[in-house]
């Protein structure tokens, strides 16, 4: 199946930019497998003079042939093919000889993290490249690489040979609402929603997904079928990021059980205090996991499953496993079944909050920092704050339906909640929020002055 691309928008102009600049341009492009990367730069070549290269494991000699070739075919130089070159940078050398100066030449290398891993000289070798043969050359380099931690370090990273070269970056993310929608046409906003809170919103995984089938079917049909893409997918993903992928994977299982404060993370897994803090820092920089602190706090905080795939997949999936391979999915599906509504719960926290950020939701003030709060026994969703103008947005999510009257209870119980919180108590101007599946009576709770929304608002 050929996967759909949609969207894109941003990072597209971002490249068309770049090509059009005046000057030589050495582009890093990086994000998480299956985010569409590939495609991206794919859609962004077509009519242009350029050639993708995607690099392999296998080793320099190979890979170097395989450009040679590649670099031959789609920029139409067959003389390329057998130039007798054993090095990067003799390669480059040959090449700029052959290009047209009056177009700029995109030369991509999609992978790049695979030649880093084959040789660690690569940053270096490319350093030289770029300074020695590139920089002052019509050109746009492009490097894409899928190893997130190993594309921040070797190639981002300020101890990176390749640090201040490049002249644009762009990190590519999961999909937003809207684009999901189009992938899921025949889906409802909270079908879609719950798509989401499943798989994210990575277009790879939207491409198995059937809008002709409940939620649920293809939960049962593409996650707990042994064999299948997603089932298999995660094992994968560790795997490929992580050489101890079998610790990342208990840690990730411990916090899908709850144990989400340091303390409890090293009781339930038996592991060095050092140690468990460099794993979880690992996971926090490729954003499975993030740390949540309350806001304005610096100590304490909680760890959270980030991705929405991880998540679903491990406190289904994972804790399941013995079930699953061999075939016993209905009873897993049961489990499902009975939980989903309050995993959705959670996750509906945590994308109620990148509306927020998005801007996608109107409220009275623009913010400067976004989190839950919570102290002792006391917890609210989300507060939304601008430090400078002392405004406060205090904010419950429900995945549920209310009522007026259910709404106003929740409201009045968030503002007896409110005032535990000290951030600029007796200066500050408060306002109350309320984000659901369905809420009755919106309007009149506007009127009341609350910031209040549902999925008909989104």
């Not at 350029?50 to 320099?60: P, R």
């Not at 890979?63 to 940078?89: C, G, V, Y």
């Not at 460099?278 to 490729?286: I, R």
Request: aromatic share 14%; glycine share 6%; charged share 30%.
């Amino acid at each position: 199946m050929i996967q759909k691309f949609i969207d894109r928008e941003n990072e597209l102009d971002f490249l068309e930019n770049c090509y059009k600049s005046s000057r030589s341009e050495f582009i890093i492009i990086y994000g998480r497998r299956r985010v569409g990367k590939t495609e991206l730069i794919q859609k962004s070549l077509e009519n242009k003079n350029g050639a993708y290269f995607l690099a392999s494991k296998d080793t320099t000699y190979e890979n170097i042939n395989e450009f040679k070739q590649t670099i031959a075919e789609q920029l139409d130089i067959s003389i390329f093919s057998r130039i007798e070159s054993n090095s990067w940078t003799e390669l480059f050398e040959n090449l700029v000889e052959f290009l047209n100066e009056t177009v700029k030449t995109i030369i991509v290398i999609d992978e790049f993290s695979y030649l880093i891993e084959v040789d660690r000289a690569v940053p270096s070798l490319f350093q030289k490249i770029w300074d020695q043969i590139l920089k002052d050359r019509n050109i746009m380099l492009i490097l894409c690489g899928s190893s997130v931690s190993l594309m921040e370090t070797e190639v981002l990273g300020v101890r990176s040979p390749l640090f201040g070269r490049r002249t644009g970056q762009w990190e590519v993310t999961q999909l937003r609402l809207d684009p999901v929608r189009k992938f899921l046409p025949g889906y409802s906003t909270d079908d879609v929603l719950k798509t989401i809170f499943t798989i994210g919103s990575i277009p790879a995984y939207l491409d198995k997904w059937d809008d002709t089938l409940t939620v649920f079917q293809n939960i049962e049909e593409n996650i707990l079928s042994k064999g299948k893409y997603l089932y298999e997918e995660v094992d994968f993903l560790l795997k490929h990021e992580f050489r101890e992928q079998w610790i990342y994977a208990l840690i990730l299982k411990k916090l899908s059980l709850g144990y989400n404060s340091l303390g409890k993370l090293y009781s339930a897994t038996n592991m060095d205090k050092a140690n468990l803090s460099k794993y979880l820092n690992t996971l926090e920089n490729l954003h499975i996991i993030r740390h949540i602190l309350p806001i304005h706090k610096r100590k304490g905080g909680i760890y959270v499953i980030n991705d929405d795939y991880f998540d679903f997949w491990f406190r289904f999936v994972y804790s399941n496993r013995g079930m699953l391979e061999v075939g016993n999915k209905k009873e897993v599906m049961t489990k499902v079944q009975k939980e989903f509504n309050s995993y959705c719960g959670r996750r509906f926290e945590y994308f109620v909050e990148k509306l927020l950020r998005w801007n996608c939701v109107d409220i009275p003030f623009s913010y400067t920092g976004i989190n839950k709060w919570w102290h002792k026994d006391v917890e609210i969703d989300l507060l939304v704050v601008n430090d400078e103008s002392r405004d406060v947005l205090f904010m419950e999510c429900k995945w549920r339906t209310l009522s007026l009257k259910q709404s106003l209870a929740i409201l009045e119980k968030l503002k007896l909640k409110a005032g535990f919180v000290n951030w600029n108590k007796g200066k500050r101007t408060e306002f109350f929020g309320l984000a659901a599946k369905k809420i009755t009576g919106k309007k009149e709770l506007k009127e009341k002055g609350f910031v209040v929304f549902d999925l008909d608002d989104i």
